[in-house]
């Protein structure tokens, strides 16, 4: 059976109850009502089912998931379950089909005794998401007793003198039954003294035995009588018991109570001992029969005796037991009173006691649902659990009130009577707090009031809301080169704050790309620990810096990720033995030589130039003879390779000597190669090898005297003017070495206006750091612009070049801040430059591009006045400043009010770098306040400059035109085209590439330097003319790009280069009959030209005599300059602004057919001046700069090194 009903109903129904209890515990039944009324927020109505007692186990209720609106699917996943009050679960529901079962025997008396009504109160409680539900079960009464007396035989004492109509009360018959079930009759045996009487006493049926007619002891002496009572059921049920009437004597009075009803008000938890009240009766007789004792009623319950206490001689009733009000308000009892007659006679008076709550509960939290595990994502108001509140007293001491603390993220709220949902009231970040332990207290509001507290545990679920975060923002390895393949680089490691499967992190490898290879070709890294591995072994010379972009993925769902950069940098290991460059290769492994028999001390026979394509100290190459046909007559220079005589050649000389040079390079170990160059020593030898070609004659035989007398002649007159041209040599060249200058003009020494302006630098990163070149200008090949004032083979070519210290603007320099080279730290120490500015703290720093839109915000700056007020107000303004001589107020704008800073107009990077502003803040108090800051605004450079073609210069037409030998080898140096970018940065990085080519597979283009050499030997086959396309592109975005036409013209008769060393004979001349003419003009022409030659070294000597300048100088090794800057070299070219420094390397043959002047052809004077290094020790320092082959390795350039010269 199914009942809903609402809330109206159960307020009505827990009233009268209320009310009725009272009535039916003065009857003394026990009363105990379990009302538990509980309407939760989701559902407005309650569930009853009404049910006999007594039914079989299993037997079904009703369904319970259909009538509370769940679907058979749902009772499962959502685990509806029912919970009762009591300790014993009567009901149980059925997960299959959501049927509510009978799960233990149901008695009704013993769960509501003699209560009219019964209802067993439940809870329905399902989960995802938690509600509760209210399910009453109405248990109905079925006759299952039959009704019962207190004993089976009563012995009742009647005296023979009683008159007809006294009245004996008789126990009456209990049945657990309610309702028709209960007693509702009795009935006597038949006899002819007494009758039976019933009365009603609170509702309740009371026999009562009437004399009918007198006794006569002596006729009978005992009645025997049986009473039976019988209950309404169907069928129905009796019980029977025996009464004995024992005829006495006469006793006439009875007892008589002075009040019928006594009552009382007794607190709880009373004393034991404490008297409550005294009950008094009087009995007329006299002697024995008068006296009388006091006594229970003898069917009085057990409970009533063990809590109660009465005197039997005073009447006095005391506290026996403890008191409880929880247990029972109300004890009603009745107290018989018997005197000691020996037929004794009873009176009978009724006492009620009120019993008085006092707050001697505690109340309680239960927990109706065990508390869920809640997401960390879950939305306020998400409900964790259902609690009760409980306290067994009454009134205000049974009211309970639960609170929380106010540190933690939830909240309680009350559904109805003292049912509580706790919620969520703030998010939850589990990372923060895993567990909550929430301590509910429950108080009463008694006096004083009671409390208590229950601790509820609350799991924080986790959610993947953290990504892995690295513990690096940037790793950084370094590896050494030919390094084992599959050795560990490093370890990259991340941590997530999840838990369980979203702190599972797995890492892998982006697919960046390294050299145009995916970067997994070139790592592996452990997915589960973040170890890199090398897939190979690595080669610093292929390749120096990469790097890898490492992904680090949590398992949750979705994944959380991260990224990290791992830059690996390849250090350079000595794995490269050095490579000899001249004599080339391709020339055999044996250099053939010849040099003078009368060749003195110091003369130059050949240089021999290896590089090593190692970088660092590892480059470094030193030159030494290993073997020779004679040691003492050769030397070779350690630094640079020259091959030079040590004394003068004898004649018992050899004419052939063979010398072993080793290269060795200064790595660990030590990597060396060897070269041979075999000499010639030869008499007719006449010129030096610095004029490139040998002439040689055949002397004609003369057989005439005046043929003699001819040769002799003019044999004579050309070695009087070789020793005369010898000699004014020699005292030119030691004059300039007292003077100390070199190849030096300058008209005005004390104007010079002409300032190395322009000065940036450029670094090429194609190879080790070899030599800085100092370029300018026009970029005509070197050979082609300069004249040699010294041999292109002297070791006295290793000099360094500075300005004038007239020049005081040398912070120029500093613009070398814009290398190319990322990261780098440049550094430029000098005398003359200051030292830098410190920064205060209130600096604004402004980072804009070039070509801007005008108008645009730049920044933004703030002040504030701690005033109020007119005081506090601030208007901001931009000082009277300079900017490239400009108003500062040309380039910006600033609002007055808010302190924003516009742009007037597009700024270019290439004219204006970095400029500085003052923003003045004064306030509009009196007298006003101001402030002063700093604004540095920095134009970012944008690739909007094409590349600029340096070399073929374009006054030579668009067009270079180039001449070639047939005979030339492969990697022979045709030309060069040289080209610079405006830009700065990565923007100015330029390289070179051949578009087109009359014959592709004959030249080839350096990518970075743009040398143009043959790739192959040139056939007969190939055409004479051939035409190159070179296209010359920056490194922006977007690329710009530029071309240059180079014509080349491919010649049978051009001069072999210095390095083939070949020797040109002339062909004699025919003889003829005429051999004395040619004689006599041959000696006339001689003679000539020796006179006009001493002329003009007269002259010249005499002038540079005057003016302290010599040219070709020789700088003996006195000096102490045992180890010269072998591969840095500066060369300033003057005949145009300097336009950046170029940092080459590697090949120094190249060198010395490239720097073989100190000053231009087309200038009157040079910018700078030449000197030597100023000691031997400190010129080593600028050698270290050649160690940088690390991109943060730090560049110093020490002007204190380098003495200036004074004019």
């Not at 009310?19 to 003394?28: E, I, M, Q, T």
């Not at 067993?120 to 509600?131: G, H, K, S, Y």
């Not at 004393?271 to 009950?279: A, F, P, S």
Request: net charge negative.
């Amino acid at each position: 059976m199914l009942i809903t009903l609402h809330n109206d109903y159960f307020h009505s129904f827990y009233d009268n109850i209320v009310l009725k209890s009272r009535s039916l515990l003065s009857h003394g039944l026990l009363f105990f009502i379990f009302l538990y009324l509980l309407l939760w927020n989701i559902t407005e109505a309650q569930t009853r089912y009404s049910i006999p007692e007594e039914m079989n186990v299993g037997s079904v209720v009703g369904n319970l998931a259909k009538d509370l609106g769940l679907e058979i699917s749902e009772i499962y996943d959502r685990e509806l379950r029912i919970d009762s009050e009591g300790g014993k679960q009567y009901f149980t529901v059925d997960l299959g089909k959501g049927e509510l079962i009978v799960n233990e025997r149901i008695d009704r008396e013993s769960l509501c005794g003699q209560s009219a009504g019964c209802l067993l109160p439940l809870e329905a409680i399902v989960e995802n998401p938690l509600q509760m539900h209210r399910v009453e079960i109405e248990i109905n009464d079925i006759n299952d007793n039959s009704p019962v007396f207190q004993s089976n035989q009563n012995v009742l004492s009647v005296a023979e003198s009683t008159v007809p109509g006294v009245k004996f009360r008789l126990d009456s018959a209990q049945d657990p039954d309610v309702g028709s079930n209960t007693v509702r009759s009795y009935t006597l045996s038949k006899n002819e003294h007494f009758t039976l009487n019933i009365k009603t006493k609170d509702g309740n049926k009371v026999p009562e035995l009437v004399l009918h007619k007198m006794l006569d002891r002596e006729q009978i002496a005992t009645h025997s009588l049986y009473l039976t009572a019988v209950d309404g059921g169907n069928p129905a049920r009796s019980g029977t018991t025996e009464i004995i009437v024992r005829v006495l004597d006469n006793n006439d009075n009875p007892p008589t109570f002075e009040k019928s009803l006594y009552d009382a008000k007794l607190l709880e938890n009373t004393q034991v001992g404490t008297i409550i009240l005294t009950v008094k009766a009087l009995d007329l007789d006299e002697g024995v029969n008068g006296e009388i004792l006091y006594s229970f009623e003898p069917h009085t319950l057990e409970l009533i005796q063990n809590m109660f206490s009465i005197d039997s001689e005073t009447g006095e009733i005391a506290v026996r037991g403890k008191i409880d009000f929880e247990n029972a308000g109300v004890h009603k009892f009745d107290v018989v009173a018997t005197d000691k007659g020996p037929l004794a006679m009873q009176g009978l008076c009724t006492v009620e006691i009120d019993v008085i709550d006092l707050n001697d509960n505690i109340p309680e939290v239960i927990l109706k649902s065990k508390p869920n595990p809640v997401r960390e994502d879950a939305p306020i108001g998400t409900v964790v659990a259902l609690l009760r509140a409980k306290d067994f007293d009454s009134g205000d001491n049974g009211k309970v009130s639960l609170t929380l603390p106010k540190d933690i993220p939830f909240k309680l709220k009350q559904s109805m009577s003292n049912n509580y949902a706790l919620l969520t009231d703030l998010a939850l970040d589990r990372e923060s707090n895993a567990e909550y332990r929430i301590v509910i207290t429950a108080e009463d509001s008694g006096t004083p009031p009671l409390s208590s507290r229950q601790i509820i545990t609350v799991k924080v679920l986790d959610v993947n809301d953290n990504p892995p975060v690295f513990s690096q923002p940037l790793y950084t390895v370094y590896v050494k080169e030919n390094r084992t393949p599959g050795s560990i680089l490093c370890s990259v490691s991340a941590s997530d704050p999840d838990t369980g499967e979203n702190a599972k992190i797995s890492y892998s490898i982006l697919d960046t790309k390294v050299q145009d290879v995916s970067a997994s070709s070139y790592v592996y890294i452990n997915s589960d620990n973040g170890s890199i591995y090398s897939m190979h072994s690595f080669d610093y010379e292929k390749l120096k810096v990469f790097q890898i972009q490492v992904q680090a993925k949590d398992h949750g769902s979705p994944s959380l990720s991260s990224n990290v950069t791992v830059q690996v940098f390849i250090l350079d290991q000595n794995d490269n033995a050095p490579s000899v460059i001249y004599p080339s290769a391709v020339m055999g492994s044996v250099s053939h030589q010849k040099m003078p028999r009368f060749a003195k001390a110091g003369h130059l026979v050949t240089k021999v130039t290896a590089v090593d394509a190692d970088s660092g100290h590892n480059a470094w190459v030193s030159y030494r003879l290993a073997e020779a046909t004679d040691a003492s007559l050769f030397s070779v220079n350690l630094y640079t390779g020259e091959v030079r005589i040590k004394r003068a050649v004898l004649e018992q000389d050899d004419s052939s000597q063979r010398l072993l040079i080793e290269i060795k390079d200064n790595g660990e170990p030590v990597q060396s190669a060897t070269v041979t160059v075999n000499i010639l020593v030869e008499d007719g030898l006449h010129e030096p090898i610095s004029d490139f070609h040998l002439k040689t004659t055949e002397p004609s035989k003369r057989n005439s005297k005046i043929t003699f007398y001819l040769i002799v002649s003019l044999a004579s007159v050309s070695v009087l003017s070789l020793l005369t041209f010898l000699i004014l040599v020699v005292k030119c060249a030691r004059n300039s070495r007292n003077n100390s200058n070199c190849c030096i003009r300058r008209a005005d020494s004390d104007g010079h206006k002409n300032p190395n302006r322009n000065l940036q630098i450029q670094l090429n990163s194609d190879g080790p750091i070899k030599y800085v070149e100092v370029l300018g200008g026009d970029m005509l090949s070197q050979s082609q612009s300069f004249r040699s004032c010294m041999s292109p083979m002297s070791e006295f070519s290793d000099f360094t070049m500075v300005k004038p210290s007239s020049t005081t603007d040398f912070k120029d320099m500093i613009n070398v801040l814009d290398a190319s080279l990322p990261d780098s730290a440049w550094t430029f120490e000098s005398q003359q430059v200051s030292s830098a500015q410190h920064l205060y703290l209130t600096l604004y720093t402004v980072y804009v591009k070039e070509n801007g839109t005008p108008g645009s915000i730049l920044c933004s700056v703030t002040a504030s006045d701690p005033d109020t007020g007119e005081n506090a107000k601030i208007s901001y303004s931009i000082l009277d400043t300079k900017v490239q001589d400009v108003s500062a107020s040309s380039y910006v704008y600033i609002n007055s009010d808010n302190g924003s800073i516009y742009s007037m107009h597009s700024f270019d990077y290439e004219k204006l770098k970095v400029f500085q502003i003052k923003v003045q803040a004064k306030d509009h108090g009196s007298p006003s306040l101001s402030s002063n800051v700093t604004v540095h605004v920095f134009i970012l450079d944008q690739n909007d400059n094409a590349p600029s073609v340096i070399y073929p210069s374009t006054v030579m037409g668009s067009v270079s035109h180039q001449k070639m030998p047939r005979f030339a080898k492969a990697g022979h140096l045709v030309t060069k085209v040289t080209a610079v970018d405006a830009d700065s940065g990565h923007n100015a990085w330029v390289s070179y590439r051949l578009a087109e080519a009359t014959d592709a597979s004959l030249f080839s283009v350096n990518l970075y330097t743009g040398e143009v050499r043959t790739k192959r030997t040139v056939s007969e086959q190939d055409d004479s003319s051939q035409r190159l396309l070179i296209e010359i592109k920056d490194n922006g975005e977007p690329v710009q790009s530029a071309t240059v036409t180079v014509n080349i013209l491919v010649e049978d008769g051009l001069h072999e280069p210095i390095s083939d060393f070949h020797l040109k004979t002339t062909e004699p001349s025919k003889r003829n009959s005429k051999i004395t003419f040619y004689l006599i003009v041959s000696l006339a022409s001689v003679s000539v030209l020796s006179l006009l030659t001493f002329l003009i070294l007269v002259v010249k000597c005499a002038r540079n005599s005057r003016s302290n300048s010599s040219c070709c100088i020789r700088r003996a090794d006195s000096d102490g300059y045992k180890n010269p800057n072998r591969n840095l070299q500066i060369q300033l070219n003057s005949d145009g602004p300097i336009k950046y420094v170029e940092v080459l390397g590697g090949d120094m043959l190249s060198q010395s057919q490239s720097f073989r002047s100190c000053m231009s052809p087309m200038s009157e004077f040079s910018d700078f001046t030449m000197v030597k290094p100023s000691s031997t020790t400190d010129f080593k320092d600028m050698i270290n700069v050649l160690d940088a082959s690390l991109p943060d390795s730090a560049w110093t350039f020490e002007s204190q090194q380098v003495r200036f010269c004074k004019f």
